[in-house]
């Protein structure tokens, strides 16, 4: 871990140039390894409103886009998020006004600027809130400027739903300009009960040319050819939602996402390439 903050360190300190350069990493690199484009461990918290650059990450989404039942709220004294111990909280809480309120961090903003890569691997290692209405989750966009890419792929790794503890949701969108067109696929992946809201895991998706592989704790559980339309870069996004459809009335209020980390990696295009971390990560690289 100490060689993974010392990279991070590394990575943090480059220029914005070489930050929104991802479109082309995966060109500049050869063969198998993995080389860090971005090692977030929440030493610090580092996020803005809505602008990448001294900060890492925005409070919304590029096209500001909120969505569930709780206000995602901008950094602040009385903020969503908090670091502590190098494990980042974000908290849903109602205010005094009785209005639900939560946080999302995404690593772009509106003007494409940002970090990510088209082929490679993203990481994140979470820990649930508790109870019914809870929707949590760790999924990818394109690092684009908002309204210059149509169809955009949406890659969830993971969507969790509160009121089922034994399960979690890995889904694929396409979301198109023209009303009324889209695309989506995805699967339900049981586990034991309680785990996802008792320990810490790991989810994360390998991206190549020919296949987007997700893993949970190191371990496949879905691959999906890669989608045609993907010829651009992709950023991760991390957030406490509410609500999704399901009643937030039992909602515990506050409700606490545990991040440790997010991790992001560029590859080559090659295709012959392993999946997955093992074996692959260069540790005495930096992003290009």
């Excluded at 994360?204 to 651009?232: A, K």
Aim: proline share 7%.
């Amino acid at each position: 871990m100490n060689v993974l903050k010392h990279i991070a360190g590394l990575v943090a300190g480059l220029t914005l140039t070489a930050c929104t350069s991802t479109s082309t990493t995966s060109q500049a690199l050869d063969g198998c390894d993995l080389v860090p484009v971005m090692l977030e461990e929440f030493d610090r918290l580092s996020v803005s409103p809505n602008r990448i650059g001294l900060a890492r990450w925005t409070a919304h989404t590029p096209w500001w886009g909120d969505f569930g039942d709780a206000q995602f709220t901008n950094p602040g004294r009385d903020g969503p998020f908090s670091v502590d111990q190098g494990i980042l909280s974000i908290k849903a809480w109602r205010d005094q006004t009785g209005k639900w309120r939560s946080g999302l961090l995404a690593a772009a903003d509106r003007r494409g600027r940002g970090w990510g890569t088209q082929y490679g691997y993203f990481e994140t290692r979470m820990k649930f809130p508790e109870g019914p209405g809870t929707w949590p989750a760790f999924w990818l966009m394109p690092l684009r400027a908002v309204g210059s890419v149509d169809p955009r792929l949406e890659i969830d790794v993971v969507e969790y739903y509160g009121h089922r503890t034994d399960r979690f949701h890995t889904v694929l969108h396409l979301h198109y300009e023209a009303p009324g067109k889209k695309w989506s696929e995805g699967i339900r992946t049981s586990v034991e009960s309680d785990i996802l809201v008792n320990e810490f895991n790991t989810y994360g998706v390998d991206i190549s040319p020919g296949w987007l592989v997700f893993f949970r704790n190191g371990e496949e559980f879905w691959r999906h050819p890669t989608p045609d339309e993907m010829d651009y870069p992709m950023y991760p996004i991390v957030n406490l939602a509410l609500g999704s459809g399901w009643p937030i009335d039992e909602t515990p209020d506050p409700s606490i996402l545990l991040v440790d980390y997010v991790h992001v990696y560029a590859r080559s295009d090659a295709t012959t390439c392993a999946p997955g971390l093992d074996g692959y990560v260069s540790s005495d690289r930096t992003a290009p």
